[in-house]
């Protein structure tokens, strides 16, 4: 077996439910990462010496360098914007009750902090509209998603990488019209507020739909032509299926959601690619409804989440992108041998006739075996390649 596209050509096929030469491989974004602990591991097993850059401080996520991207048939690379020129974000380190903290305070006012002597993840520390009435909603000074600082410089990135890379172009996570509430309002008060006040959320909705609108207004008028894939997501589901109310979806959150995935689809060629966690088998028609061609991260621990019948049931309406192991008990725990035969079983589930783009479920974590991840993406390699190839 031998490759006889380029990535870009083998993600676009798989994307339009076409087989490819291979299945697509992803690593390096936001939902698709890896964390800084597991990449310094990995880096020191495949004996190289890089900076480590950080991607995502919340998430401690680093940057794979292209050395570690080409070692793994990568096929995809990212593209993002920044925040505007008007907001003085970084990150603050802080004592409080005898112990130092690493403070970010993001655009919306929300706080996350991380402990400097345990830096895995960044936590909510602060909820803006915790104390918040709906009148209080009206006056708070939400970010300006429509601001042009934002995309200063982002369509000659794209240029230059659709110009002198073979990669399929993704972007980075936005469109998180849902969690963004609870993140400003605090998450056990939110979901009272879906029972006993949910004229409060549809107006918290309606602000956070209206940043999203302006900004990919503002975004794909730069990139929309070039890019391949628009990452959006909200978590709708845990473990054991919804984490509330499918019928409070349906009537109040799915509404904004399609109107935003409507509004991009109005703007690009792209696919739009949904992120929830979770077992989120009762959502995908619904999702699928809004306008979404991807799902990830396809989290096949948990319930109803089987690869075999989501791509019977669902294969032919969505594609799938994610999934490749069990990332919660078989990637961190088993060794090497396992995670390869694990791979070796999902992506036989999965990859027929197309419309499957392989990667973990979710981002590799902390504490991850860099043997178990080089076993991960070899396999995804190796058992990738279609027959007819």
């Known amino acids: 077996m031998k490759e006889t596209m380029t990535a870009r050509q083998r993600v676009v096929k798989a994307l339009n439910h076409q087989v490819p030469d291979r299945v697509p491989i992803d690593l390096g974004g936001f939902q698709t990462g890896i964390h800084r602990v597991a990449y310094e591991d990995l880096i020191r097993y495949l004996g190289l010496k890089e900076k480590i850059v950080i991607l995502d401080p919340v998430q401690q996520l680093a940057k794979p360098s292209e050395a570690v991207l080409q070692r793994f048939h990568i096929d995809t690379r990212y593209l993002c914007a920044k925040a505007p020129d008007s907001f003085k974000g970084g990150i603050v380190k802080q004592q409080r009750n005898g112990r130092w ?17 345990q830096p895995l993840y960044m936590d909510i520390s602060h909820h803006p509209l915790a104390n918040a009435t709906i009148k209080d909603i009206a006056g708070y000074p939400f970010p300006n998603g429509s601001d042009t600082s934002r995309f200063a410089g982002v369509r000659e990135n794209a240029q230059q990488m659709r110009k002198e890379t073979p990669y399929a172009i993704c972007t980075g996570i936005g469109g998180v019209v849902y ?24 107006a918290l909705l309606d602000q956070t739909l209206k940043f999203w609108m302006n900004y990919y207004s503002g975004f794909m008028k730069e990139v929309g032509d070039i890019v391949d ?64 061609d991807i799902l990830n991260p396809v989290q096949i621990s948990s319930e109803g989440m089987d690869p075999l019948k989501l791509k019977r049931q669902f294969g032919k309406k969505i594609i799938f992108w994610g999934g490749g192991i069990d990332a919660q008990h078989i990637l961190p725990f088993a060794d090497a041998d ?22 973990n479920v979710h981002n590799i974590q902390g504490q991850v075996p860099p043997q178990n991840i080089v076993a991960l993406f070899d396999a995804a390699y190796e058992y990738g390649f279609y027959a007819s190839t």
């Open 101 to 117: 903290w690493h403070d970010l305070k993001d655009e919306f006012g929300v706080v996350w902090s991380m402990p400097d002597d």
């Open 229 to 292: 894939v628009i990452m959006i997501g909200d978590d709708l589901a845990g473990q054991y299926g919804p984490l509330f109310s499918p019928d409070f979806y349906r009537t109040v959150v799915k509404p904004r959601q399609k109107k935003l995935v409507q509004h991009i689809r109005s703007l690009t060629q792209a696919k739009i690619w949904y992120h929830t966690c979770g077992g989120c088998t009762v959502y995908i028609p619904e999702l699928i409804d809004n306008g979404v």
């Open 338 to 359: 396992t995670v390869q035969r694990e791979v070796k079983k999902n992506m036989d589930a999965f990859m027929p006739g197309g419309g499957y783009i392989f990667n």
């Open 179 to 202: 969690e963004y509430c609870w993140y400003m309002r605090g998450l056990e008060r939110w979901f009272m507020d879906m029972i006993e006040a949910p004229a409060f959320c549809e």
